[in-house]
């Protein structure tokens, strides 16, 4: 399993530090897929967000960068955004090792807290459907498929909404 580095720089001697990651497979465009490590990294640089993600293949070198959301910058919004973007459930996540963090800032362990809070509610679930593996497991509610997905442009009534609010959010 391929760790990310714990710490990387960026602009402005900015620094990243590795919350935790997900051991994934990067797909280039038109190239075979290969394994790689995604992180969750922690800056307290007032010029970035305090949380993005960073991609590293097996030799360390970084193969992507996403700035995290300025308007939702927290963790819940980072896993929400991978489970929903990427495919990565909250329960695939491992920690960095403590044993290889050198020295970090408190914030980044305020930071560690607050996503170790997280992971026990979704390995609490893991672990709850293995137990109960031989058991009916479905979920009490599941999304009914036939009332479809929307995007901006299917609801008229409902995108003047969300664009009255997005625009009072940055005025």
Not at 1 to 23: H, N, Q, S, V, W
Not at 122 to 133: C, G, L, N, Y
Not at 145 to 156: H, V
Request: charged share 30%.
């Amino acid at each position: 399993m391929i760790t990310p580095p714990f710490m990387d720089e960026g602009e402005g001697k900015a620094k990243f530090y590795c919350l935790a990651f997900a051991p994934v497979k990067y797909r280039q465009t038109r190239a075979p897929r290969f394994s790689a490590a995604l992180g969750i990294y922690f800056c307290s640089h007032k010029k970035f967000t305090r949380f993005s993600v960073s991609s590293y293949a097996e030799d360390g070198s970084r193969l992507s960068y996403t700035r995290g959301d300025d308007a939702h910058d927290t963790l819940e919004f980072v896993l929400l955004r991978q489970l929903l973007e990427c495919s990565i459930h909250p329960a695939i996540w491992r920690l960095f090792p403590r044993k290889k963090i050198p020295k970090a800032p408190t914030e980044y362990e305020d930071a560690r807290r607050a996503l170790c809070c997280l992971l026990f509610h979704f390995r609490s679930v893991e672990m709850a459907k293995r137990i109960t593996a031989g058991m009916p497991n479905e979920p009490l509610m599941i999304c009914d498929e036939a009332a479809g997905r929307l995007a901006i442009g299917d609801s008229k009534e409902e995108d003047v909404e969300i664009e009255k609010a997005i625009l009072s959010s940055v005025q």
